[in-house]
């Protein structure tokens, strides 16, 4: 029996009701307690700020597609080397780092929950294996489903037990957490050379509209009662002119969940484009979020871009193939049979280009505008608009209008007549920021009941003590300070251990990955369906007998059953 | 200043020596340099006798010598900005990666990966040097950026692919797929190479021996004389490589 004690800390728990007391807390065996005996080891936080472990609702961290980022970037692998020390593995890597640098990059930030944001079925194995090796961290998968056959048809027949039975079956094979949606229907539609440009639009060979994947897979995540609301990452990334779509998306949305949202919007920031071309973008981050605070069952996340040089990673191959035209340098694209696509290409965001100053304000203000900071998540699509490390930096930005005044003197002097973030004067508080990084994540991921994201007895003892005190800091002038304070924290307690304090790592960490089995009745399981196993053979380059992920590549699999409701 | 480096005799002399740090400018600051053997950090007087002769007060006047068994001694070069190396005896890989300037003679062979993505200065090799010689290394777009890398013997496959500036020499054979992916600066090879310069978009490329399987992507403009160090040779002309809009020019010898 472990017990750890934590002293004078200045706790905000957003989900909880707790903005800034000081308070103790208990941990028992990785659990947090009412109380422990006198033997618990204590920990002094001496009044700093107490937060439940980061949660990240959406980054690339593992995955075939990442490994490929990393394979084709061997100037990447070349920045921040560390060496082997103590129980750190070594590490390379700025954009995609190894397995193990992430982990403790994101360890040294408090972060203690990840959701990968893109995991194809058919290599789910690959993607279970780095998240064994993100040892930090508690993982889980989106599941890729915006081109899979078996989905199309059942949406074409507008059959939602159908839609909820093949989702059970995938998510159950490939060991997922959750629905994800990568432009729907628009990689299906590349696979043919093709794109759609709306979602009214058809996809070729399957007469469904993206409108109809998105609207049946929302009913179909609800009949599963699946912790997670469908992920979306809308059709028309980066085009200018694309907030429509965006806009057409909320618009469909149904209310269906009463405890949490029930369409996740993920990079937000690419997807509110105004204008007809580059030449003439212009934010319209104003419309959307004025969508958004009038649709309290969707949720978004920020998507932020960062200056400096990244790594475009995403399942939505047709938009890689456009950035490539762009830019004229080495890519990737990919197709995985009967399910998605993805496409890689290194980036560099320059202040000199207007549009990236405009996509740059555009992720601040989305954040900005939103009322409620719940619907809008702290996120870069980590590492689409920037690496991870780089959430400090936003933090002060959101926490500071000086700041954001310095940095926008910095810009290409055109973007301030395309974009409204001049006139913002809006500074998030600590509590803003809390439920930003993880209590709004935890409660849109539904990870809440498992213990995430809050600091009540019964909760994980994920905990991170950061350097600042509250009461002390102005974090409008002091903004150095927070970008300082939030990139090292004093001590990250994952499950009752330490596993970094002070930027260094000190245990080896033993993570568990989240899956999600929604329970069906016998009638619904696919695997006795004589169309679907009749399919899969024909079609599929795997039998159907070795396409589960077997359990041997979860070794602390936690799995989260859900009651179908068909 | 020269400095003498001699390998002491190894128990295991198959265990390869990562020795990056053998660089002229880290010699300035005396010889408390670590290298890798295997995984094992070892400081340089436990692999080498040392000997260092006469005083330096930068760089360029900084001299190395490497003496004995040193065919399993990688990266040496790596970064390297001024002076002068010389192997007396074969090199392992990776010799003069990334250098920038200064030169470095080896007078037995090289392996593979010798001055990869170099930027300047000079390279010679007065045996054969192995695969990606004067190469890009795996997913790099540019290659050799400048300098010269001259090969008395022959040179493994994939030679000079990416480049991307400088000069380039094989005065033996070069083996399959020399200078693919080729971009500019020059590459010449005195002897014969099979596949050469696919996919290349600009750059010259001379064959002075015998083209086996030229690829099917490559124009003939017709003979012509070309001046090659001041003397007439007649060469047939091709461009290419037409399937990646065919601004390069690649010659062979008739």
Same mark, same amino acid.
């Given at each position: 029996?472990? #017990?750890?004690?934590?002293?004078?800390?200045? +706790?905000?728990?957003?989900?909880?009701?707790?903005? $800034? /007391?000081?308070?103790?807390?208990?941990?028992?065996?990785?659990?947090?307690? &009412? &109380?422990? *005996?006198?033997?618990?080891?204590?920990?002094?936080?001496? $009044?700093?700020? @107490?937060?439940?472990?980061?949660?990240? *609702?959406?980054?690339?961290?593992? $995955?075939t597609k990442v490994n490929f980022g990393r394979y084709m970037s061997p100037e990447d692998m070349r920045a921040g080397r560390t060496a082997r020390n103590g129980c750190m593995h070594v590490t390379s890597g700025y954009s995609v780092p190894t397995t193990f640098g992430n982990s403790y990059r994101y360890s040294n930030m408090g972060y203690t929950t990840l959701l990968e944001g893109a995991m194809a079925p058919l290599e789910a194995r690959h993607t279970h294996e780095e998240f064994t090796a993100t040892p930090h961290q508690d993982m889980m998968a989106n599941t890729l489903f915006d081109g899979n056959w078996a989905i199309m048809e059942a949406v074409r027949d507008k059959d939602v037990r159908r839609t909820a039975a093949v989702v059970a079956w995938y998510l159950k094979a490939?060991?997922?957490?959750?629905? =994800?949606? @990568?432009?729907?229907?628009?990689?299906?539609?590349?696979?043919?050379? &093709?794109?759609?440009?709306?979602?009214?639009?058809?996809?070729?060979? !399957?007469?469904v509209t993206p409108a109809e994947i998105i609207g049946t897979m929302i009913r179909a995540n609800e009949v599963l009662r699946l912790p997670h609301s469908v992920h979306l990452h809308c059709n028309n990334l980066g085009v200018p002119g694309n907030y429509q779509t965006t806009l057409d998306t909320i618009g469909l949305v149904p209310d269906l969940n009463k405890t949490r949202q029930s369409l996740y919007l993920t990079h937000v920031q690419f997807h509110s484009y105004g204008g007809t071309t580059w030449r003439d973008i212009d934010s319209k981050s104003e419309e959307i979020c004025k969508a958004v605070n009038n649709t309290p069952q969707v949720t978004i996340d920020m998507g932020q871009i960062m200056f400096g040089r990244t790594t475009t990673m995403t399942a939505d191959g047709p938009m890689e193939f456009k950035l490539y035209m762009l830019h004229r340098n080495k890519w990737s694209n990919h197709d995985v049979e009967l399910e998605t696509g993805s496409g890689i290409i290194p980036v560099y965001y320059f202040r000199k280009?207007?549009?990236?100053?405009?996509?740059?304000?555009?992720?601040?203000?989305?954040?900005?505008?939103?009322?409620?900071?719940?619907?809008?998540?702290?996120? @870069?699509?980590?590492?689409?608009?920037?690496? !991870?490390? =780089?959430?400090?930096? %936003?933090?002060?930005?959101?926490? *500071?209008?000086?700041?954001r005044d310095q940095e926008c003197a910095l810009l290409e002097p055109r973007t301030e007549h395309h974009v409204p973030l001049f006139a913002i004067d809006r500074e998030l508080d600590w509590n803003e920021i809390a439920i930003m990084t993880r209590s709004a994540q935890a409660k849109a991921l539904g990870i809440r009941d498992i213990g995430k994201g809050h600091l009540a007895p019964?909760? &994980?003892?994920?905990?991170? %003590?950061?350097?600042?005190? @509250?009461?002390?800091?102005?974090?409008?002038?002091?903004?150095?300070?927070?970008?300082?304070?939030?990139?090292?924290?004093? !001590?990250?307690?994952?499950? $009752?251990?330490?596993?970094?304090?002070?930027?260094?790592?000190? +245990?080896?960490?033993?993570?568990?990955?989240?899956?999600?089995?929604? =329970?069906?009745?016998? /009638?619904?399981?696919?695997?006795?369906?004589?169309?679907? +196993?009749? =399919?899969?053979? #024909?079609?599929?380059t795997v039998r159907m007998s070795n396409y589960p992920v077997q359990d041997v590549y979860l070794p602390r699999g936690v799995c989260i059953e859900t009651e179908a409701d068909l | 200043m020269k400095v003498i480096l001699e390998t002491k005799p190894r128990k295991k002399p198959r265990i390869p020596i990562e020795a990056e740090t053998i660089i002229p400018q880290n010699f300035l600051r005396g010889t408390d340099i670590t290298v890798f053997e295997g995984n094992k950090e070892r400081v340089l007087d436990d692999l080498f006798y040392i000997s260092v002769e006469g005083p330096a007060v930068s760089p360029d006047q900084v001299e190395i010598i490497l003496r004995g068994d040193t065919g399993m001694i990688k990266r040496v070069g790596e970064y390297m900005n001024a002076g002068r190396i010389v192997v007396e005896g074969d090199i392992g890989?990776?010799?003069?990666?990334?250098?920038?300037?200064?030169?470095?003679?080896?007078?037995?062979?090289?392996?593979?990966?010798?001055?990869?993505?170099?930027?300047?200065?000079?390279?010679?090799?007065?045996?054969?040097?192995?695969?990606?010689?004067?190469?890009?290394?795996?997913?790099?777009?540019?290659?050799?950026?400048?300098?010269?890398?001259?090969?008395?013997?022959?040179?493994?496959?994939?030679?000079a692919e990416y480049l991307s500036g400088g000069e380039v020499r094989i005065h033996g054979n070069a083996g399959d797929l020399a200078g693919v992916e080729l971009r500019e600066g020059t590459l010449v090879i005195e002897g014969s190479c099979s596949r050469p310069c696919g996919n290349m978009t600009g750059g010259t490329c001379m064959v002075f021996g015998k083209i086996n399987d030229l690829l099917p992507t490559f124009k003939s403009l017709g003979i012509k004389e070309v001046d090659f160090e001041g003397k007439k040779v007649r060469m047939e002309i091709f461009r290419g490589d037409v399937a990646n809009r065919g601004k390069g020019t690649l010659m062979r010898a008739v």
């Amino acid at each position: 029996m472990s #017990e750890l004690l934590i002293r004078n800390a200045c +706790v905000i728990d957003p989900l909880n009701g707790i903005n $800034g /007391e000081i308070m103790d807390i208990s941990i028992r065996d990785g659990r947090i307690v &009412e &109380e422990v *005996s006198g033997n618990a080891q204590v920990i002094d936080a001496a $009044g700093c700020l @107490t937060l439940p472990g980061g949660v990240d *609702s959406h980054t690339h961290v593992c $995955g075939t597609k990442v490994n490929f980022g990393r394979y084709m970037s061997p100037e990447d692998m070349r920045a921040g080397r560390t060496a082997r020390n103590g129980c750190m593995h070594v590490t390379s890597g700025y954009s995609v780092p190894t397995t193990f640098g992430n982990s403790y990059r994101y360890s040294n930030m408090g972060y203690t929950t990840l959701l990968e944001g893109a995991m194809a079925p058919l290599e789910a194995r690959h993607t279970h294996e780095e998240f064994t090796a993100t040892p930090h961290q508690d993982m889980m998968a989106n599941t890729l489903f915006d081109g899979n056959w078996a989905i199309m048809e059942a949406v074409r027949d507008k059959d939602v037990r159908r839609t909820a039975a093949v989702v059970a079956w995938y998510l159950k094979a490939a060991r997922g957490f959750a629905i =994800k949606l @990568t432009n729907p229907g628009g990689t299906e539609a590349w696979g043919w050379g &093709e794109d759609v440009s709306g979602i009214h639009d058809t996809v070729p060979n !399957f007469e469904v509209t993206p409108a109809e994947i998105i609207g049946t897979m929302i009913r179909a995540n609800e009949v599963l009662r699946l912790p997670h609301s469908v992920h979306l990452h809308c059709n028309n990334l980066g085009v200018p002119g694309n907030y429509q779509t965006t806009l057409d998306t909320i618009g469909l949305v149904p209310d269906l969940n009463k405890t949490r949202q029930s369409l996740y919007l993920t990079h937000v920031q690419f997807h509110s484009y105004g204008g007809t071309t580059w030449r003439d973008i212009d934010s319209k981050s104003e419309e959307i979020c004025k969508a958004v605070n009038n649709t309290p069952q969707v949720t978004i996340d920020m998507g932020q871009i960062m200056f400096g040089r990244t790594t475009t990673m995403t399942a939505d191959g047709p938009m890689e193939f456009k950035l490539y035209m762009l830019h004229r340098n080495k890519w990737s694209n990919h197709d995985v049979e009967l399910e998605t696509g993805s496409g890689i290409i290194p980036v560099y965001y320059f202040r000199k280009s207007m549009v990236n100053c405009v996509m740059w304000a555009i992720g601040l203000e989305l954040a900005l505008l939103t009322k409620n900071p719940w619907q809008c998540l702290l996120s @870069t699509d980590n590492p689409n608009g920037a690496p !991870f490390v =780089k959430y400090p930096e %936003i933090i002060a930005l959101l926490m *500071s209008k000086k700041l954001r005044d310095q940095e926008c003197a910095l810009l290409e002097p055109r973007t301030e007549h395309h974009v409204p973030l001049f006139a913002i004067d809006r500074e998030l508080d600590w509590n803003e920021i809390a439920i930003m990084t993880r209590s709004a994540q935890a409660k849109a991921l539904g990870i809440r009941d498992i213990g995430k994201g809050h600091l009540a007895p019964g909760a &994980e003892a994920d905990v991170a %003590i950061y350097p600042l005190k @509250t009461s002390e800091i102005d974090p409008s002038t002091q903004y150095q300070q927070v970008i300082a304070g939030f990139s090292r924290t004093k !001590f990250t307690i994952k499950r $009752g251990r330490v596993v970094s304090r002070n930027g260094e790592v000190i +245990v080896d960490g033993a993570n568990s990955t989240i899956w999600v089995k929604p =329970k069906v009745p016998e /009638e619904y399981n696919l695997s006795n369906d004589p169309d679907f +196993v009749r =399919k899969f053979q #024909e079609y599929y380059t795997v039998r159907m007998s070795n396409y589960p992920v077997q359990d041997v590549y979860l070794p602390r699999g936690v799995c989260i059953e859900t009651e179908a409701d068909l | 200043m020269k400095v003498i480096l001699e390998t002491k005799p190894r128990k295991k002399p198959r265990i390869p020596i990562e020795a990056e740090t053998i660089i002229p400018q880290n010699f300035l600051r005396g010889t408390d340099i670590t290298v890798f053997e295997g995984n094992k950090e070892r400081v340089l007087d436990d692999l080498f006798y040392i000997s260092v002769e006469g005083p330096a007060v930068s760089p360029d006047q900084v001299e190395i010598i490497l003496r004995g068994d040193t065919g399993m001694i990688k990266r040496v070069g790596e970064y390297m900005n001024a002076g002068r190396i010389v192997v007396e005896g074969d090199i392992g890989m990776h010799c003069g990666n990334f250098m920038s300037a200064g030169e470095i003679v080896i007078q037995g062979n090289a392996d593979s990966w010798l001055g990869r993505e170099m930027r300047g200065g000079k390279i010679t090799c007065l045996g054969n040097a192995g695969h990606y010689c004067a190469a890009g290394y795996r997913g790099e777009k540019r290659g050799v950026r400048g300098g010269r890398i001259e090969v008395m013997g022959n040179a493994g496959d994939f030679t000079a692919e990416y480049l991307s500036g400088g000069e380039v020499r094989i005065h033996g054979n070069a083996g399959d797929l020399a200078g693919v992916e080729l971009r500019e600066g020059t590459l010449v090879i005195e002897g014969s190479c099979s596949r050469p310069c696919g996919n290349m978009t600009g750059g010259t490329c001379m064959v002075f021996g015998k083209i086996n399987d030229l690829l099917p992507t490559f124009k003939s403009l017709g003979i012509k004389e070309v001046d090659f160090e001041g003397k007439k040779v007649r060469m047939e002309i091709f461009r290419g490589d037409v399937a990646n809009r065919g601004k390069g020019t690649l010659m062979r010898a008739v």
